[in-house]
Structures are given as C-alpha cells and as structure tokens.
C-alpha cells in the first residue's frame, strides 16, 4: 500500500522540521510549504490525501487557505494546526476544517487524529478532470467548476449526463448515435437535433469562445470528441 501523503503548511522551521520528521518515521509522505499562496495548484498537480495548515502565515493566513481549499476540493480532509487557542479562533476554523489541534502537542495525538480523519474520508480525493486551463470537473460529486473564478458551473441533468459520457470516454471520437444511446439509453432517430442543442448550451457554459469551442470539439461525418 503506498503512503498516505500530507501537504503541510508551517513557516515555523522548528516546527516544520521536527512535524515533518515524526510522520515521515511513522510512513507518511509530507511535503512541507513555508506558505499557502499557491497550495491549490500543488494540490490538483501532485495531489494528497490530508492538508495540515498553521494559521498565522506570510501572505495569505491559514483561514484564507483553508476556506478556499473547501470550496474547491470539498471532500479533502483539513486539519488546522495552530497556537491559537481563542474560542472565536476555533470556531472560526471548524467552519471549514475537519479537526483543529492547539500548540503544544504531543506526536502521537497528531497522527491519532490524522488517521481519524483519513479513516472517516477513506483517505480518498474526488476523481478531479482538468479540461483545458480553466475547467475542473469532480465525477464523484457531480459538479464543474470554473478554476478561474472559482464558481462552480451549473449544468442541467441531460448536459452533465453528456459531459460524463464524453470524460468515459476521453480524447475518443464518439458518434451522435453512441452519444445517444449512452445518455438517453434508446436508438438514436436521424435528424433529432436535442443533442446538438445539448452540446450548444455546454459549450456556452464552458468554453472561453463558444464560437471557436476547444474543449468539445466536432470532427465533420464524424462526431465530438473532448480531449483531457
């Protein structure tokens, strides 16, 4: 079984130093950041299983980071890891992260909460699909998302029915017959324009300039094919 793997956030070098030593000797695998700024694009690049955030940063603070890790990757467990002892403090926290432990502490209740929370989340990320610079698409939770705003987009049932097809099925030409019978479950009848309508809207929805679509493409005589 491969490691579990932990992004860790602490400017504090002695701090840092000595967390990422104790959960290395008992198997995890941590990558320490001195800050957060860009803790999303190391996340969707190289993935983990758990997050652990000190509040008080450089740059952005733990709050900042650990809400917007929420929202965009809802389902990775967070665990604030801090000297902030407030009440307010940790009830701000708890409104986003999953646990919240307070400075000094033992290593042991570190990794005893640490394999709480990946038991409770299986240790499991949502199955994210990068379509182009600005798209990201969780198939388990059934959203999409724009990176760039970080809006989640919304999408009719039918539409987000044929997006998966396509992500089934990446970089595959599929024929509108294919396409049909998969989504709607039926033969498809010639002529029947509702899946291009469909594929309209989508691209509306998606594409930076739905008139020159990058994300869903059209082969002429053949059919559409997303490229991931």
Known sequence: ??????????????????VKE???????????LL????????????????VILDIMLPGLDGFTIGQR????????PTLLLTARTAIHDKLQGLKFADDYVTKPFH????????EVLLR????????????????????????VMNADTREE????????????????????????????????????????????????HLREKLERDPNQPELIQTLRGLGYRVKV
């Open 69 to 76: 890790l929420k929202t965009a990757m809802p389902t990775l």
């Open 153 to 200: 987009i919304a999408l009719t049932g039918k539409e987000l029915q044929i997006l998966e097809c396509f992500l089934r099925h990446p970089n595959q030409i599929l024929t509108q017959e294919q396409i049909w019978e998969q989504v709607w479950g039926e033969r498809y009848i010639a002529g029947d324009k509702a899946l291009s309508v469909h594929i309209r």
């Open 107 to 114: 290593a042991e209740e570190l990794v005893a909460r640490i």
């Open 1 to 18: 079984m491969s490691a579990k793997r932990i992004l860790y956030v602490e400017d504090n070098p002695d701090i840092g130093g000595w």
């Open 35 to 50: 800050n957060g700024d860009d803790i999303e694009a190391v996340v969707q690049a190289e993935g983990c299983d758990l």
């Open 120 to 143: 409770r989340n299986g240790a499991r990320q949502p199955e994210m699909i990068k379509l182009g610079r600005h798209i990201l698409v969780d198939l388990d939770g059934r959203t």
């Open 22 to 32: 104790e959960l290395e000797q008992r198997g995890y695998e941590v990558q320490w």
